[in-house]
T-cell receptor
């Protein structure tokens, strides 16, 4: 059974640009959440989507957004990139509401220069 | 005060040693506790999951939760060089419904020397 797949794995962007990251959850999993990992702040929750609806949101500015498609695949977008957005962005999936174990992908490494 | 505190280490031990990793937390609503292992440049991998207080054992790994002290531990017996990784504690107050999220410690970097 394939795990959580994230693309791209590595990318470099310039300050002010925007970026879109993609995530395909484990087959049969309907919930996708996104986390940001930095050395200073650790892993921080961005948002979670279930059945194409955002169910929960962390404490991040509106420049961070996401969406989920009918096949449960998800994208997150960061607009007007800042140097501090450089981080590992992790996608995680869980089967659905009522399950509380989540499984992470390998992450997308974003560097903003 | 951060909701979850975890000593970042680094922690260096000889092969075969017993390793103890710990987290403290301040939110008494947390009931679900997990440990993740993260190898360098990889995503976190779920190691152990426990609910409420008590112990859980899985092979060389034992997870302990003491809700009265707001303290959780992960013990690794007979540590191996392949155990070298960052260990993250995570916890949630939610059984998995809507508004579900995990709150993580910052992770402890462990090196097991051959």
């Amino acid at each position: 059974k394939a795990g959580v797949t994230q693309t791209p794995r590595y990318l470099i962007k310039t300050r002010g640009q925007q970026v879109t990251l993609s995530c395909s959850p484990i087959s049969g999993h309907r919930s996708v959440s996104w986390y940001q990992q930095t050395p200073g702040q650790g892993l921080q929750f961005l948002f979670e989507y279930f059945s194409e609806t955002q169910r929960n949101k962390g404490n991040f500015p509106g420049r961070f957004s996401g969406r989920q498609f009918s096949n449960s695949r998800s994208e997150m977008n960061v607009s007007t990139l800042e140097l501090g957005d450089s981080a590992l962005y992790l996608c995680a999936s869980r089967k659905g509401q009522g399950t509380n174990t989540i499984y992470f992908g390998e992450g997308s490494w974003l560097t903003v220069v | 005060q951060k909701e979850v505190e975890q000593d970042p280490g680094p922690l260096s031990v000889p092969e075969g040693a017993i390793v103890s990793l710990n987290c403290t937390y301040s939110n008494s609503a947390f009931q679900y506790f997990m440990w993740y292992r993260q190898y360098s440049r990889k995503g976190p991998e779920l190691l152990m999951y426990t609910y409420s207080s008590g112990n859980k054992e899985d092979g060389r790994f034992t997870a302990q939760v003491d809700k009265s002290s707001k303290y959780i531990s992960l013990f690794i017996r007979d540590s191996q060089p392949s155990d070298s990784a960052t260990y993250l504690c995570a916890m949630s107050s939610n059984s998995g419904g809507s508004n579900y999220k995990l709150t993580f410690g910052k992770g402890t970097l462990l090196t097991v020397n051959p």
